[in-house]
């Protein structure tokens, strides 16, 4: 059945601030039991909101085994919400995330990913989506080398019932030295924009393609500010500028019709607050809010991403979904299990 059409009244020049409550839970997705540890990494869902894919990040050990070698999504492993439309619940109902199991309790491959070389040479991680059309989405992954951060990003297309990939490009379309733009992929009528955030400064700039070209690499352009401070597209990359500063590990990117405006939420460095930051012009001003609300994790919550339009109500309400890790196990230094969180932040 198609989705309901829903009419959105004039925003009348609202800013950007949020309901005193801050974040409220729906609901956990847990580490199964039978997995001694598990960091999950990136989620994101097609833009109808039939499918959200939470992927697994490192070291999916069974129980009782020896620790694995770090090693970014060796097992590429998901959760889903499922396959209708289970987000757009009526108030009250119950929400849930699930994962796919085999007898014994380990998770399962609901999306493969490209095969990871044994010894961790070669790491592959998924990093954001974008619908291209009612029959599929592009992909966006970062490839690395051993234990370095990832220094390549391919694309590759996705069904939205597929549990392959496909057209995986040959080669690269950012590599080494260049920003890896494949973050907060947004479609923005005929064009797909995406973010680069330094892994040091997390200063973010922005680039741009049109979405039939994209796999072309002289098909994007970047976002840059000349000496005078006027903002243009440029074809070289080394004019990018950046358009947003302090930045965590991950982000989403869209159009909030509540708001009339771009909204971008992330988390930030070695914390567990959850920021959102919106604006009318992709070079600002950014208006920056901070929740008032923080999670109850001894540790800082990391993979912080908008699940696009789960419920349309003109997107006054805006879920979001992180991972919060768990206390270290003993003989750990870091934490090496946590929660998927789902829940959300009215806009006022």
């Known amino acids: 059945m198609p989705a309901r059409a829903v009419t959105c009244a004039p925003p009348g020049g ?16 847990q580490k199964p039991e039978r997995l001694r540890r598990r960091v999950l990494g990136p989620s994101f869902a097609f833009a109808d909101g039939s499918r959200t894919w ?44 699930r994962e796919e199991l085999d007898a014994s309790g380990l998770p399962q491959p609901v999306l493969r990913l490209p095969e990871n070389e044994p010894d961790g040479s070669i790491t592959w991680e998924p990093i954001s989506l974008v619908t291209s059309g009612a ?64 892994k040091v400064t997390h200063a973010c700039k922005l680039a741009r393609a049109p979405l039939a070209r994209a796999a072309e690499r002289a098909a994007y352009e970047f976002y840059a500010r000349d000496a005078a401070g006027q903002w243009s597209w440029q074809s070289d990359v080394a004019l990018a500028t950046p358009v947003l500063e302090r930045l965590g590990d991950a982000l989403s990117f869209d159009w909030n019709r509540y708001l009339d405006a771009y909204l971008v939420v992330h988390g930030e460095d070695l914390s567990n607050d959850i920021v959102l930051e919106s604006a009318r012009t992709l070079e600002g001003p950014w208006t920056r809010v901070v929740l008032p609300w923080k999670s109850p994790s001894a540790w800082w919550i990391t993979q912080l991403r908008q699940q696009p339009r789960l419920v349309d109500d003109c997107d006054k ?6 991972f919060e890790p768990a206390p270290p196990e003993p003989m750990d230094t870091l934490p090496s299990s946590g929660d998927v969180v789902l829940g959300y932040v009215d806009l006022q």
């Open 54 to 97: 939470l992927f697994s990040g490192t070291n999916l050990v069974p129980g009782g085994a020896p620790p694995a070698p770090r090693t970014p999504f060796n097992h590429p492993h998901a959760a889903r919400s499922g396959d209708d439309k289970p987000w757009q619940a009526a108030t009250g109902a119950t929400w849930a995330l």
């Open 135 to 198: 029959a599929h989405a592009l992909l966006y992954l970062a490839r690395g080398r051993g234990l370095e951060d990832p220094n390549e990003v391919y694309l590759a297309e996705l069904a939205p019932g597929a549990s392959e990939l496909t057209n995986l490009r040959a080669a690269p379309l950012f590599g080494a030295g260049e920003p890896l733009f494949a973050r907060g992929a947004l479609r923005q009528g005929d064009r797909v924009l995406l973010f680069a955030c330094d």
């Open 317 to 322: 309400r805006v879920h979001i979904s992180y």
């Open 14 to 29: 609202r800013g950007l601030s949020v309901a005193p409550i801050g974040f409220v839970e729906l609901a956990r997705l």
